[in-house]
């Protein structure tokens, strides 16, 4: 059982370039999110989807884009790379198991460098 | 705004000795809270949860926590660490009908022999 798979793992941009971050879940979650991890700042909420269709900014949404495919894929959209915008992020999903009372499931982390 | 607080940017312990980390939240509501740990190069794994009910709950590889609402707290504790609980632990709590989850900034454990 994969759980929740992000891709790619490793990422070297340029500034100015875009990328999109893919993650998928096989649990069959309703809710999906995208944290990013930068030192002494622990992880902050950037995009969330409650639910299949729904999307709602975070903590740090600025630069960013997600797309809620399905229910399954979660992706992060990075239209046009800054340095400020390297970090390690990760994907998470929650089930709905006794009303909002689940945990969440993350991935590995893709770990971006904008030079 | 809810908010999360570890105090404790880095502790050091020897094997075998005692440990608490400390979690302190900004909630106006009943929080759900979480401690989450860390391995180098992995993603986060739930160590345990407090939702309602008994303040003191047990969690995965002998950690517990006891939520202590009078003092806006969720500290985490171990009668004897090992050095494979060197990690980096982070405490969360759920807002937002736990749509969301607010992370702190995380304590980095380390264990000496």
């Known amino acids: 059982n994969a759980g929740v798979t992000q891709t790619p793992k490793f990422q070297v941009l340029k500034t100015g370039q875009s990328m999109t971050l893919q993650c998928a879940q096989d649990?069959?979650?309703?809710?999906m999110y995208w944290y990013r991890q930068d030192p002494g700042m622990g992880l902050r909420l950037i995009y969330y989807s409650a639910s299949e269709g729904t999307t709602d900014k975070g903590e740090v949404p600025n630069g960013y884009n997600v797309s809620r495919l399905n229910k399954r894929e979660f992706s992060l959209r990075l239209e046009s790379a800054a340095p400020s915008q390297t970090s390690v992020y990760f994907c998470?999903?929650?089930?709905?198991?006794?009303?909002?009372?689940?945990?969440?499931?993350f991935g590995e982390g893709s770990r971006l460098t904008v030079l | 705004a809810q908010s999360v607080t570890q105090p404790d940017i880095h502790i050091t312990v020897s094997e075998g000795a005692s440990l608490e980390l400390r979690c302190n939240y900004s909630?106006?509501?009943?929080?759900?809270l979480f401690w989450y740990v860390q391995s180098p190069g992995q993603g986060l794994q739930l160590l345990l949860k407090y939702f309602s009910g008994d303040t003191l709950v047990q969690g995965i590889k002998g950690f517990e926590a006891e939520f202590k609402r009078s003092q806006s707290s969720f500290n985490l504790r171990k009668p004897s660490v090992h050095w494979s609980d060197a990690a980096e632990y982070f405490c969360a709590v759920g807002s937002g009908g736990y749509n969301k989850l607010i992370f702190g900034a995380g304590t980095r454990l380390a264990v000496h022999p």
């Open positions: 649990m069959n979650h309703n809710s």
């Open positions: 909630y106006g509501a009943t929080p759900y």
């Open positions: 998470a999903s929650k089930g709905q198991r006794g009303g909002n009372t689940g945990e969440l499931f």
